[in-house]
Each structure stands twice: as structure tokens, then as C-alpha cells.
């Protein structure tokens, strides 16, 4: 109705995950960057955790729009309380892989198959489980257990796990899941987005949809919402949806404080006001947090570091982490492209023999070599990406303020 009216496009504020309104506020920003470190590992599993509605699967939606899908194959698993062996059936299932028989043992072999085939083609997978918070420590562990597919010293699959904040204290708490933590190469929180940032994101989701300043807001309407919705993205959907159906049914033009006070009563009375009361606190500059992990280490424990110091420190050790990676990538290149000189010699000499048979195993040899040199610079290019994007954070971040003022 107020699409019409307003003479929008579409609906600038539905509740369902859509990468075509993707905003990028600062904790997007950050969660983007370590996501980006994590893929470009290629192993191990990336966390992301955050509040009911705060775009997690929206950011992860974004961020695979990018992905060449001849380079990554990508299954995404949305949980509900799996057991182990279930779990292992549905990662199957979201694979598109026929399983014979309903047996663990069938499921996995099928699994192992189609992950050698993927890692043959050149293409690397990708595990994306949504709501993990649902998942049992056993279903966890049979996860974990995924993680060990190999081909040769290459792992197989990677694994994406998405939860609400509970899931985040489950994996640091839990002595069942040391193995697992041990695996965690990267992980990020979501935040709410700071009270400055929601403007910004209001008016680019109307513009996503054609909007041209009708209607328009008063300034301290976004002041108002960032504090009925504590900065969460849904429950400023929620709001700002309402509002716009409040100004299409009132044929008003522009969105003020008693609108908004309106909406909050109505929402208040039908009881869907309830979220947005429960609002996620926002952190200050000097609140105990938890720091994210940032190497191949665990998931390191709740300390009381602030914030600013949080922010460097993470930054730092991914981009430190990126180019201790990035060395070893390319030692482990010049190797190959050493094995591949050798076995093309080695060819043209048995050639030179006539050995036949000689001729067609160094001819397997050479292309097994020339395929893995050709991997090994696909993960060059990934890693250069991953620390230029690093880098542009840090950069940005520092020239904001907040690094100066941790330096300082």
C-alpha cells in the first residue's frame, strides 16, 4: 500500500534477509573482514555470532553474491535441534547428494565422494549452518569430524557456523567442544549499529527501492528508533515499516516525532513492541568485551580489554596472520612449480627413452603438479584480497579517530 503511494519500487523494509539492501555499518564492516580472512583460509571454521535481527544472514547472503561459484561450492543448513547422525544426513541433503540407505556410514562416504570430486574440479566447499545455537554438542562434533576430509594436505570443507549470542558462550564454555575451538579460525559478534549510523541505513533502504525524499524525516526521528530498537536492523524494519503505512493511510509527507510515538503505542498494544524493547545494550568505548579469535588458535576467553584496544589488536594480528599465510603460500608455490619443472625433465627424458609406460606416469605426475600450482595461486589471489581488505579497515578506522585516540 505505501509502496504506492510513496511511489516506490518495492517494500524498503521487509523482515526477510535480502543481500540487495546490504549496509555496511561499521560492525558489518568488521564481521566482513574477518569473514573474508576466514575464506581465505580455506579450512577450519569461521563464527559469526549476534542478536536476534541483526543481519547476520543478510551480511553472509552479501558476501556469497561475490563468490565465483566455479571456484566455491556453497551449501547453507538452517538448524533445528539435530542430533549427530541427523546432522551428517541434512549436510548431505544440502549438497544435493543421494544418499543409498538412511545409515551414517552411507551419508558420510557420499559426502567424502562428492568433496574429492568438488577439490578435482578445482572448486573448494563451503558449509554455511545458520541458527547453530540449535545444534547438539553431538551434531557439533560430527561437524568438527567433516573437517577432517583431506585431499593429500589439503582440508576439504570449511565451515560457516551462524548463532545467537548463547551460541557464542556454548563454544567458549563447553569442555566437549575443546577440538572444535581449536578450529576456530575466525570469529566476530554483531553489534548494534551506533545512533549515527541510522539515518544512513533508513535512506538506503529507500533508495534501494526508488525513493527520492518522499516522504521525508525529521531529524530526531532516527534518534527516537535507534533507541526503541537498540540499533538492531529488524526491529528498525519493524518500525520504520509501520511508519510508512501510518503515513500512507494519514497522506502524509512527512515522518515526524508523534508518528513515531504513534507507532511505538499501537506496536506497544498488539504486543510486537516486545522486541524492540528488548534491546541489545550498546557497548562503550570501555566496556569488557570478549575477544574474537584471529589465528588458528582457540576462541580466546572473556577479557576486560576495551573496545579501541580490541579493535587494533584484531586488526593487527589478521593482517600479521595474513601475510605469515600469505609467505607460506607462496613457499609452498615456488615448491610446486620446482615439482613441476622436475616432472616435465623427468617426462621429456623417459620420452627421449621410449618408455612408454614411464612417459604416461610422469604425464599424471606433471598434471597433478601443474593443478596444484594452479590451486595454490587461486589462494594467493584470495589472500591478497583478504589483506588489502584488512588493511583498507585499519586504515579507515585510524583515519576516523579512534586509532589516535588509542595511540594517544
Known amino acids: 500500500m505505501f509502496d504506492d503511494f510513496y511511489g516506490l519500487q518495492a517494500r524498503p523494509f521487509q523482515l526477510t534477509p535480502?543481500?540487495?539492501?546490504?549496509?555496511?555499518?561499521?560492525?558489518?564492516?568488521?564481521?566482513?573482514?574477518?569473514?573474508?580472512?576466514?575464506l581465505g583460509q580455506g579450512e577450519g571454521f569461521v563464527v559469526i555470532t549476534g542478536e536476534v535481527g541483526s543481519g547476520k544472514s543478510t551480511l553472509v547472503a552479501h558476501?556469497?553474491?561475490?563468490?565465483?561459484?566455479?571456484?566455491?561450492?556453497?551449501?547453507?543448513?538452517?538448524?533445528?535441534?539435530?542430533?549427530?547422525?541427523?546432522?551428517?544426513?541434512?549436510?548431505?541433503?544440502?549438497?544435493?547428494?543421494?544418499?543409498?540407505?538412511?545409515?551414517?556410514?552411507?551419508?558420510l562416504g557420499?559426502?567424502?565422494?562428492?568433496?574429492?570430486e568438488e577439490a578435482r574440479a578445482?572448486?573448494?566447499?563451503?558449509?554455511?549452518?545458520?541458527?547453530?545455537?540449535?545444534?547438539?554438542v553431538?551434531?557439533?562434533?560430527?561437524?568438527?569430524?567433516?573437517?577432517?576430509?583431506?585431499?593429500?594436505?589439503?582440508?576439504?570443507?570449511?565451515?560457516?557456523?551462524?548463532?545467537?549470542?548463547?551460541?557464542?558462550?556454548?563454544?567458549?564454555?563447553?569442555?566437549?567442544?575443546?577440538?572444535?575451538?581449536?578450529?576456530?579460525?575466525?570469529?566476530?559478534?554483531?553489534?548494534?549499529?551506533?545512533?549515527?549510523e541510522v539515518q544512513a541505513y533508513i535512506e538506503h533502504r529507500m533508495s534501494c527501492v526508488g525513493w527520492t525524499?518522499?516522504?521525508?524525516?525529521?531529524?530526531?526521528?532516527?534518534?527516537?528508533?535507534?533507541?526503541?530498537?537498540?540499533?538492531i536492523p529488524r526491529r528498525i524494519n519493524q518500525i520504520v515499516n509501520r511508519l510508512l503505512l501510518l503515513g500512507a493511510v494519514e497522506q502524509r509527507v512527512q515522518i515526524d516525532s508523534a508518528m513515531v510515538q504513534q507507532v511505538l503505542d499501537d506496536m506497544e498494544a498488539d504486543g510486537s513492541l516486545a522486541l524492540a524493547k528488548n534491546k541489545?545494550?550498546?557497548?562503550?568505548?570501555?566496556?569488557?568485551?570478549?575477544?574474537e579469535a584471529v589465528d588458528a588458535g582457540e576462541v580466546s576467553a572473556v577479557q576486560p580489554v576495551h573496545v579501541d584496544a580490541i579493535d587494533t589488536a584484531a586488526a593487527v594480528a589478521l593482517i600479521e596472520a595474513a601475510l605469515a599465510d600469505r609467505d607460506a603460500q607462496i613457499s609452498e608455490l615456488q615448491q610446486a612449480v620446482l615439482e613441476l619443472a622436475n616432472a616435465a625433465e623427468a617426462r621429456e627424458a623417459a620420452e627421449g627413452r621410449g618408455n612408454d609406460d614411464?612417459?604416461?606416469?610422469?604425464?599424471?605426475?606433471?598434471?597433478?603438479?601443474?593443478?596444484?600450482?594452479?590451486?595454490?595461486?587461486?589462494?594467493?589471489?584470495?589472500?591478497?584480497?583478504?589483506?588489502?581488505?584488512t588493511l583498507t579497515m585499519l586504515i579507515e578506522w585510524i583515519e576516523g579517530g579512534d586509532g589516535r585516540r588509542e595511540a594517544a
Open 18 to 38: 535480502d543481500p540487495a539492501f546490504y549496509f555496511e555499518s561499521l560492525t558489518h564492516r568488521k564481521a566482513l573482514s574477518y569473514l573474508g580472512y576466514g
Open 63 to 107: 558476501l556469497m553474491a561475490t563468490v565465483d561459484p566455479s571456484r566455491m561450492t556453497a551449501a547453507n543448513v538452517v538448524t533445528s535441534a539435530l542430533d549427530g547422525e541427523e546432522i551428517v544426513h541434512v549436510v548431505a541433503q544440502a549438497f544435493g547428494l543421494p544418499v543409498e540407505g538412511h545409515d551414517k556410514a552411507s551419508a
Open 110 to 116: 557420499a559426502i567424502e565422494t562428492f568433496l574429492h
Open 122 to 136: 578445482g572448486r573448494r566447499c563451503l558449509l554455511i549452518v545458520d541458527e547453530a545455537q540449535n545444534l547438539t
Open 138 to 196: 553431538s551434531a557439533l562434533e560430527e561437524l568438527r569430524m567433516l573437517s577432517n576430509f583431506q585431499l593429500g594436505s589439503h582440508p576439504l570443507l570449511q565451515t560457516l557456523l551462524l548463532g545467537q549470542p548463547e551460541f557464542r558462550d556454548t563454544l567458549m564454555e563447553s569442555d566437549q567442544l575443546e577440538q572444535l575451538r581449536q578450529r576456530v579460525i575466525a570469529a566476530h559478534h554483531l553489534g548494534p549499529m551506533q545512533p549515527q
Open 213 to 231: 525524499g518522499n516522504p521525508g524525516f525529521d531529524p530526531g526521528v532516527f534518534a527516537e528508533i535507534h533507541e526503541a530498537t537498540g540499533g
Open 280 to 291: 541489545a545494550p550498546a557497548v562503550s568505548q570501555t566496556e569488557p568485551v570478549a575477544a
Open 358 to 389: 614411464q612417459v604416461a606416469a610422469l604425464q599424471a605426475q606433471l598434471a597433478e603438479a601443474s593443478a596444484r600450482a594452479d590451486r595454490l595461486e587461486a589462494r594467493l589471489d584470495e589472500q591478497e584480497h583478504m589483506l588489502r581488505h
